[in-house]
């Protein structure tokens, strides 16, 4: 690897691995990283790996494709098994999928009790508001096991001691069973449990002093924790060269007028591949 | 008596029927078939829709919002998805908040004629906290607390298809999105198409929907521009990154820069 690894490649590929004992994987719709993750995921496993649905056309495939921001029904139908309506996915499909699926969430905030909430709107009357059910948070939060969220800047606003508005709790459990939360964040990888949370392992660029100011509960810096493994030649060829060719993944990490220029170059660039994919 | 074989409709009489609805649907999905022509002949003959319902609101209903064309919208996300939120939704709407699950019950509710969708009170406790409207019920059998979800019944739902024939057979093409629950749901139908056909069994369609499931059809050719329509095109991608930019005042004359879809 000549290019350094990105923190966005240390994060993705760590979500992948995270989502290869499923037997499905939802990419989600707004997610870019969680697109990666995933679709890395299905590429190193083949056709022993997750089928993958793909939300742009509610199909099923275990033929992934490149990643796209611009989320295309044409693309994602080539090598599907089997087109849904939205109805029909979430109301017989995805219910009866526990245990089975897994998906990796954006939180907007996250807390060390598992409480979660994924996006803010503005109202007519000024105020922020929540919403209560993106991404069927609620319902993912049930089927989904181990439950898997990732952050892409994780800090004092993100990852809180208690959110602000809970729209679920996957640790919550209807049946007895034991659940548990994997966070991905820029800076390590959590386990919160009903127990709390723990740090299972931290970053190789991240700093100990600003993992512990930007973790909102007491972190021991004598007990070093674990290093996340450094991702193997073979999956940043994979990512860079086949899976996110583009370089999608860095859109989560840019913002103001990087992240403009970036945008700029994706619709650039992604009318042809999406179609190259649509035709292959 | 409405012709059963041709219910082809002229755009002033489409726009009527919107005007006495106080709840309307508007099908497609993400950026995929979303009515935005229609839409845009709402916005431009200077109605007022009192509530929208919407799975995945876009650019269609952020119109709406920045021309000050609607006062509700009913849906479980609103966004520009990779370009963040729009010049309308900047300005700020007035929701009625669902979750993916209680859009769909609800809609499925209304489509069987059901007094209500029973769903697991664990799935909805976000949704209670925000909705004074729901009631819960006790299970008759097992005695589980659950949250019963009332009907959705839009008066009228506007849904953008490839292709249909004068009768209301509508294929839709790419995504199916929730469109026939949609269809299923609604006291009314108007499909709106980028192509007008004599008779889709003819030509090898397949329908989607089929005609007395459509109370009227509007050829309207480019008519879910800015999002896109498969077979026929792609959304345009620069277009929904300018209008996301917009300034919510500036979205009136960016509308006129582009011209109204119109009957082919």
Redesign the interface.
């Known amino acids: 690897m000549d290019e350094p690894v990105t923190i966005a490649e240390q994060m993705v590929i760590s979500m992948s691995h995270l989502l290869e004992q499923a037997e499905l994987v939802q990419l989600g719709l707004m997610s870019p990283l969680a697109q990666v993750a995933a679709l890395l995921s299905a590429h190193r496993r083949g056709d022993t790996g997750p089928a993958i649905e793909d939300p742009s056309a509610f199909t099923v495939s275990w033929a992934p494709r490149s990643a796209a921001l611009t989320c295309s029904d044409v693309a994602a139908q080539q090598g599907s098994v089997r087109q849904f309506e939205a109805d029909e996915w979430v109301a017989r499909i995805m219910g009866n999928m526990t245990g089975r699926m897994r998906q990796f969430i954006r939180a907007a905030q996250i807390d060390i009790t598992g409480g979660i909430n994924t996006l803010y709107l503005p109202g007519r009357d000024g105020k922020r508001r929540r919403i209560a059910g993106l991404a069927g948070l609620a319902e993912l939060a049930d089927i989904a096991r181990p439950f898997l969220v990732y952050l892409p800047l994780q800090d004092k606003r993100t990852f809180v001691q208690r959110v602000e508005f809970e729209v679920c709790n996957p640790l919550d459990s209807h049946d007895g069973s034991d659940r548990q939360i994997i966070l991905v964040s820029d800076l390590a990888v959590f386990r919160i449990t009903r127990k709390g949370p723990e740090i299972l392992s931290v970053h190789p660029s991240t700093d100990p002093g600003e993992f512990a100011a930007r973790t909102p509960f007491a972190v021991d810096l004598q007990t070093i924790p674990p290093q996340t493994p450094q991702p193997e030649p073979a999956d940043m060829e994979l990512l860079r060269k086949v899976v996110d060719p583009l370089n999608i993944r860095d859109i989560e990490f840019a913002s103001g007028a990087a992240r403009t220029k970036l945008l700029d170059r994706l619709i650039e660039q992604e009318p042809g591949f999406v179609e190259k994919i649509a035709g292959s | 008596m409405a012709d059963q074989q041709n219910k082809l409709i002229a755009l002033d009489e489409s726009l009527a029927r919107i005007a006495q609805a106080r709840q309307i649907a508007l099908g497609g999905?993400?950026?995929?078939r979303k009515p935005c022509g229609m839409i845009r002949h709402i916005i431009a003959a200077g109605l007022r829709l009192p509530e929208v319902v919407i799975?995945?609101a876009g650019v269609e209903t952020d119109m709406l919002l920045a021309a000050g064309a609607v006062d509700r919208v009913r849906t479980?996300?609103?966004?520009l998805?990779?370009?963040g939120?729009g010049p309308g939704?900047?300005?700020?709407?007035?929701?009625i908040?669902?979750?993916?699950?209680?859009?769909?019950?609800g809609?499925?509710a209304a489509a069987q004629g059901q007094p209500f969708h029973a769903v697991?009170r664990?799935?909805?406790?976000?949704?209670l906290?925000?909705r004074a409207d729901l009631e819960t019920i006790t299970c008759p059998y097992g005695g589980d607390e659950y949250v019963a979800l009332p009907p959705i019944a839009p008066d009228l739902a506007i849904i953008h298809a490839w292709r249909c024939d004068r009768r209301g057979n509508a294929e839709f093409g790419?995504?199916?999105?929730?469109?026939?629950?949609l269809a299923a749901a609604a006291r009314e139908t108007i499909v709106t198409c980028e192509e007008l056909v004599d008779d889709l069994a003819a030509i090898g369609g397949q329908a989607d929907l089929i005609a007395p499931q459509t109370s009227a059809v509007v050829h309207l050719p480019n008519g879910a521009w800015p999002t896109?329509c498969?077979?026929r095109y792609?959304?345009d991608?620069?277009g929904l990154?300018d209008y996301a930019q917009l300034d919510p005042d500036a979205v009136p004359a960016w509308l006129d820069r582009h011209p109204l879809p119109t009957k082919g």
Do not use: V
């Open positions: 999905w993400s950026m995929s799975l995945t479980f996300y609103f966004g998805e990779a370009f939120m939704q900047r300005r700020g709407a007035d929701m908040e669902e979750t993916e699950s209680s859009l769909l019950f809609l499925q697991a664990h799935h909805c406790r976000a949704l906290t925000l790419g995504t199916l999105a929730a469109d026939r629950l896109g498969e077979p792609r959304p991608w620069k990154r």
